[in-house]
């Protein structure tokens, strides 16, 4: 659920592109943000649709979408994000088919990191109460993904996560709570089995 919904009384001029990217509560509707992830889904489109064999002009489109991309690391679509340069990928990590990044708050990939078919990165949270949601208040909370973790098939990290290095999550896992490093986790809600 976001912070402290604004106060009426307090006046803030800021826009809710402002407003989300310094991960207070905004509105997702504010025309200025749905520019920014029609661009990015747009390109994620392209990306997408490209045949097999054209590695380089992927390549070429996830810099231009991601806020990074480390080297030898390979994404194979579909690839679902918001907007894309919110999300930052370190070296060598493979992500396999379908992986479903809401990076409305900051994602971080590290190195070597592997990711299964299907994971979902969900960084958006909504108000629990039902007014500000009818209003369209909503927020987010980082993920942070370690070195050499390995999310399997189907995980699902919910916001606010962050997942030490050399992790393995078991497939089918729901991550809710910070994991640490050199773990085995599975299940829903995700728990640790075993240390490494």
Request: charged share 25%; with cysteine.
């Amino acid at each position: 659920m976001p912070d402290a919904l604004p106060d009426p009384s307090f006046p803030d001029n800021r826009s809710m592109r402002e407003r989300m990217l310094a991960g207070d509560p905004y509105i997702a509707d504010d025309p200025d943000l749905e520019r920014e992830s029609l661009a990015a889904r747009d390109l994620a489109h392209r990306i997408n649709h490209l045949p097999p064999s054209e590695a380089l002009e992927r390549r070429s489109l996830l810099v231009e979408l991601l806020g990074a991309i480390g080297a030898e690391t390979e994404i194979r679509p579909p690839l679902h994000v918001d907007y894309g340069y919110r999300t930052r990928i370190g070296a060598r990590t493979f992500v396999n088919f379908g992986l479903v990044c809401l990076d409305v708050a900051e994602v971080v990939i590290g190195d070597d990191v592997q990711i299964g078919p299907n994971v979902q990165l969900l960084t958006p949270t909504h108000p629990v109460e039902p007014e500000p949601r009818r209003a369209k208040w909503e927020g987010a909370r980082p993920i942070t993904i370690g070195d050499n973790v390995w999310l399997g098939g189907g995980t699902i990290v919910c916001p606010g996560v962050t997942i030490g290095a050399n992790t393995v999550v078991g497939a089918g896992s729901v991550v809710t709570r910070d994991l640490p490093a050199d773990v085995v986790a599975v299940g829903n809600p995700a728990k640790v089995i075993r240390r490494l």
